[in-house]
C-alpha cells in the first residue's frame, strides 16, 4: 500500500491559519465560493484571485492537496452550520490530520533560520506515522512528545543544532526506531540512551561539531576525566509551581517508563510532562530526574563496536558520582575487552595470511631470477623462458 504523505507545505499552510482566524475565515468563503455547494473542485484557481507571496504554501496545497483542503473547509463550515463546539484541544491541524491516515511526515527545509521552528504537538498524535524527516530546520531541540509515535521507524534529524541534551530520553518510547540520522549538529557525542535502544540498525552522526576531537580526547584519557562535574542550567524554566501534579510528572519522568502509551494517565497529564519535560536531567542509572538547574555529572562511555563502527563515544547524564561510576566502570571494562577481542581477531587474522603465503609458497619454485614456476603435473622437471636462462629443477 502507497505511502499517505503530509508535507511541509501543509504544515505551514495550516500553522499561518492557526495563528490568524481572521486569514482563515476569509479564505475559507472565498474557497466556498468557487467550490460550490456540491463540493466540487476548484478548476480555474485563477478565479481565487491573486493569493500573496506570504501565502505561497496556499498556492502549493491548492494545486496537489485541493481535496483534502476543500474537505477541511466543508468540514468546517458543516460544523459551524450545525452549531457544534470544537472539542478541547482540537485545532485546525488536528482536525486536518485526523482526517487522513498518514504514514509519512516529510518536513524537510520549512522554517528559515530565525523563525519560530517549535513543532505543534499535534504532528506527535498521528500513531500511524513510520516516517519522520525534519532535516535542516534549524532545530536546537526535539519536543518530548516524539515518544508517542511508537511505530516511528525512520527518523531524520540532518543539519539542525542539536546537542546531546536536546535530544530527549523519551526518544526511547519509540521501540520500532531503525534509523536515525544525526548528521551536521552540534553533538560531540551520542545520547546515552541509544544504547537501550536494541531497534536501532543504522545512526549517522558525522559532521558534528567537535565530535571527532571530543572522540580521541575522551578515549585516551584516564576514566577520571571521563566524569565530568557540570552545574546546573540557568536556561531552565524555574517559574514551576511544585504542585501535587508536579511531583507525580517528575515521578513518572524519572521512572522511564512510556507514559504516553500508559491508558492509566490522564491525557492532560500526558500533556502536562511534555511541556515540563525539557526542564529535567534524567539519569541514565537510577529512576531519578532533576531538575536542570541541579548540577551532575556528565559521563563519557565508548562502544566498540557499536553498528559496524569502532570507538563511538556516548554522553550519559549522572544525578551523582556513584551512578556516574556505575555507569562508567563497566563501560570501560567492556570497552578495553571489546577492544582485546578486535585485536586477537586480527592476530588470528595475520596468522591465517602468513600460513597461506607458506603453503603457496612451498607449493611453488623459484628460479635465481625470483621469477616463479608452479609445478602444473608431475611430468613437468624443466622449464627455461626467452627471458630467463635459469634451468629450474
Known amino acids: ?231 546546573g542550567s540557568n536556561d531552565a524554566n524555574m517559574d514551576i509551581t511544585e504542585t501535587l501534579e508536579f511531583w507525580a510528572a517528575k515521578s513518572l519522568i524519572g521512572s522511564k517508563v512510556d507514559f504516553y502509551s500508559d491508558h492509566g494517565v490522564a491525557v492532560v497529564i500526558k500533556d502536562y510532562i511534555s511541556d515540563i519535560y525539557d526542564n529535567f536531567n534524567i539519569c541514565n542509572y537510577c529512576n531519578q530526574a532533576c531538575l536542570a538547574s541541579h548540577s551532575g555529572y556528565k559521563v563519557i562511555t565508548f562502544k566498540n563496536p557499536y553498528l559496524g563502527n569502532t570507538c563511538v563515544p556516548f554522553q550519559h547524564w549522572a544525578c551523582s558520582i556513584d551512578c556516574a561510576k556505575a555507569l562508567e566502570v563497566p563501560a570501560r571494562v567492556e570497552q578495553i575487552a571489546a577492544a582485546r577481542d578486535l585485536d586477537r581477531q586480527y592476530e588470528d587474522f595475520i596468522q591465517d595470511c602468513q600460513k597461506n603465503f607458506i603453503a603457496y609458497f612451498e607449493s611453488s619454485k623459484f628460479c635465481g631470477c625470483g621469477a616463479l614456476f608452479r609445478e602444473e603435473t608431475e611430468e613437468v622437471q624443466e622449464q627455461t623462458t626467452h627471458n630467463c636462462h635459469c634451468t629450474i629443477m
Open 1 to 231: 500500500m502507497a505511502a499517505e504523505i503530509f508535507y511541509g507545505f501543509e504544515l505551514l499552510l495550516l500553522k499561518r491559519f492557526q495563528s490568524d482566524l481572521r486569514l482563515w475565515h476569509e479564505w475559507k468563503l472565498k474557497l466556498l465560493d468557487k467550490a460550490g455547494e456540491c463540493f466540487g473542485c476548484i478548476d480555474a484557481l485563477e478565479d481565487l484571485g491573486d493569493i500573496p507571496q506570504s501565502l505561497w504554501f496556499l498556492s502549493v496545497a491548492l494545486h496537489k492537496r485541493q481535496k483534502y483542503v476543500l474537505q477541511l473547509v466543508y468540514q468546517e463550515v458543516k460544523r459551524e452550520q450545525e452549531g457544534r463546539l470544537k472539542k478541547s484541544g482540537d485545532t485546525l491541524l488536528s482536525t486536518y490530520l485526523s482526517y487522513h491516515q498518514f504514514t509519512e511526515f516529510h518536513l524537510d527545509s520549512i522554517f528559515k533560520y530565525g523563525e519560530d521552528n517549535k513543532l505543534p504537538r499535534e504532528l506527535f498524535k498521528c500513531p500511524n506515522v513510520t516516517y519522520l524527516s525534519l532535516k535542516y530546520n534549524s532545530l536546537d531541540h526535539l519536543p518530548a512528545d516524539i515518544g508517542r509515535m511508537s511505530r516511528l521507524e525512520y527518523l531524520a534529524l540532518t543539519n539542525n543544532k542539536l546537542q546531546v541534551h536536546s535530544i530527549p530520553y523519551s526518544l526511547t518510547f519509540c521501540r520500532k526506531l531503525k534509523t536515525v540520522l544525526l548528521d551536521n549538529n552540534l553533538l560531540d557525542a551520542l545520547p546515552g540512551f541509544l544504547l537501550k535502544m536494541p531497534s536501532i540498525e543504522t545512526v549517522h552522526r558525522h559532521g558534528n561539531h567537535n565530535y571527532f576531537k571530543a572522540t580521541f580526547m575522551w578515549y585516551h584519557t584516564d576514566v577520571n576525566f571521563r566524569i565530568i562535574p557540570v552545574s
